[in-house]
């Protein structure tokens, strides 16, 4: 009962910044779990951060400290800030739902969005 829309990938070069941004339907969004994961050629989905059913946002090492996650329950809309960029960046992102735990675990999302793709040049 949850739909999801990414936006705002684009093309920037190394070191730049992007805003990603995941609208969501659904009248129990404010209670799911959310989270970003993203995906290059030929590797499998990574998690990238996460938002829990209490607010705590946490993030994986390879980003920490360069993305900062964050939610606007009354926009039922869910934010991904990306600074520092760097090639390895490169790729399609995808937010994803849960209304039960969330984690780093892409099975423990039931609904995801299509993706808006990232590249970053050097």
């Given at each position: 009962q949850v739909q999801l829309v990414e936006?705002?990938?684009g093309l920037v070069q190394?070191?730049?910044?992007?805003?990603?941004?995941?609208?969501?339907s659904g009248r129990s969004f404010s209670?799911?779990?959310?989270?970003?994961?993203r995906q290059a050629p030929g590797k499998e989905r990574e998690f990238i951060a996460g938002i829990r059913r209490s607010g705590v946002i946490y993030y994986a090492d390879?980003?920490?400290?360069?993305?900062?996650?964050?939610?606007?329950?009354?926009?039922?809309?869910?934010y991904l800030q990306m600074n520092s960029l760097r090639p390895e960046?490169?790729?399609?992102?995808?937010?994803?739902?849960?209304?039960?735990?969330?984690?780093p675990d892409s099975r423990s999302y039931d609904y995801w969005g299509q993706g808006t793709q990232v590249t970053v040049s050097s």
């Open positions: 936006s705002g990938g190394a070191g730049g910044s992007l805003r990603l941004s995941c609208a969501a209670s799911y779990a959310m989270g970003w994961f390879s980003v920490k400290g360069r993305f900062t996650s964050s939610r606007d329950n009354a926009k039922n809309t869910v960046d490169t790729a399609v992102y995808y937010c994803a739902a849960s209304p039960r735990s969330g984690s």
